[in-house]
Each structure stands twice: as structure tokens, then as C-alpha cells.
Nanobody, 127 residues
Framework: VQLQASGGGLVQAGGSLRLSCAAS????????????LAWFRQAPGKEREFVAA????????YYTDSVKGRFTISRDNAKNTVYLQMDSLKPEDTAVYFC?????????????????WGQGTQVTVSS
């Protein structure tokens, strides 16, 4: 199973970016109950932090407080892809963004348990 993230780049403060992460492989064997998808980020010199998550059917989402109202997570199960629409970007959003997957057995508000990770995509927001 693999996760492939894309869509990062350089943008000015106040701008927008859309990240994508495509899941490939035999996910049903790893996660027979289905899987949640999430985005995390890691800024230079800081620990990786949770950004947003979406449930297996896309009906439930959860965001860290600092991105609420600015970021939107969604997924297209027909394409096995999760998206992160990032609007009103701030310099403090600068980080490497990672997508991740876990079993759908946990509540969406739980930020632990993510066992599969993509390779990361760089987002840089200039002031």
C-alpha cells in the first residue's frame, strides 16, 4: 500500500494551494473496516503535528484549531484520493505536509493510530 502526496509549492500569504494524496495498493487487506485519511505537517525544528482528518466515507472531518475555517479536507473514494484545500495561507503554515492513513475503527477526533504515511510535499508561504 502506498500514499503519494503532491500539490505543494510556494505561495504568498493570503493565497491558496490544494494538496492531493493518492492511495494505491490493496488497502482492503490492511484495513478491512475501511480507512480514515489525514494530513499532518512538520515545520523546520518542530515536531510533526496533526492538521485534518476525514472519515472513510467522507462524512466526518476534524481539524486542528489553527486551520479551522481556512483549510478543507475531502476525499474521493472513486479515485482513492484525499485533498486538502488551503486558503488564506499564513507564513506559519510553512511546513512539509504528509498524508496518512489508519483503520476506520477509531473516532475521527483521535489523532493517533496512523500507520501509513506518504512522502511529504513542501508548502512555503511567503510574507
Amino acid at each position: 500500500v502506498q500514499l503519494q502526496a503532491s500539490g505543494g509549492g510556494l505561495v504568498q500569504a493570503g493565497g491558496s494551494l490544494r494538496l492531493s494524496c493518492a492511495a494505491s495498493g490493496q488497502w482492503s487487506s490492511s484495513y478491512p473496516l475501511g480507512y480514515d485519511l489525514a494530513w499532518f505537517r512538520q515545520a523546520p525544528g518542530k515536531e510533526r503535528e496533526f492538521v485534518a482528518a476525514v472519515s472513510r466515507a467522507g462524512g466526518s472531518t476534524y481539524y486542528t484549531d489553527s486551520v479551522k475555517g481556512r483549510f478543507t479536507i475531502s476525499r474521493d473514494n472513486a479515485k482513492n484520493t484525499v485533498y486538502l484545500q488551503m486558503d488564506s495561507l499564513k507564513p506559519e503554515d510553512t511546513a512539509v505536509y504528509f498524508c496518512a492513513a489508519r483503520s476506520a475503527a477509531l473516532q475521527i477526533t483521535t489523532t493517533r493510530g496512523y500507520g501509513y504515511w506518504g512522502q511529504g510535499t513542501q508548502v512555503t508561504v511567503s510574507s
